[in-house]
């Protein structure tokens, strides 16, 4: 009798536990765009920022961004540094710091 008891206690509280469907459709709601925070756009201030920051994420639409960094270290182990350059408005190729990639060595076979 109590092992009937007790799975029935948790049979209901599991129960009450799970969103009832209304409250699940609400989670498939469309948010408007977030506009990013502004930032600066000259080629002397984004470098500045991605030096005093260590690393910026850019965006050049709302759905494709990247993360642009100091140095190596603000990358994750096993993966490296590459030179990145960015159009400004007033610099078509600046060079404000580097991205972390996949390093493509295969061990040199």
Known sequence: MR???L???????????????AAHGQANLTLPPIDPPATPQT???????????????????????QRYVRDQTFCAYQQVASPAWVPTTDN???????TCGD?????GK
């Open 103 to 107: 390093s493509n060595n295969d061990g």
């Open 43 to 65: 080629c002397g201030a984004l470098a500045a920022l991605v030096k005093s920051q260590g690393s910026l994420v850019l965006g050049d639409n709302p759905r494709v961004y």
């Open 3 to 5: 092992a009937v008891l």
């Open 92 to 98: 078509p190729q600046c060079f404000i710091g580097y």
């Open 7 to 21: 799975s029935a206690l948790i049979a209901s509280a599991f129960a009450a536990a799970l969103p009832s469907p």
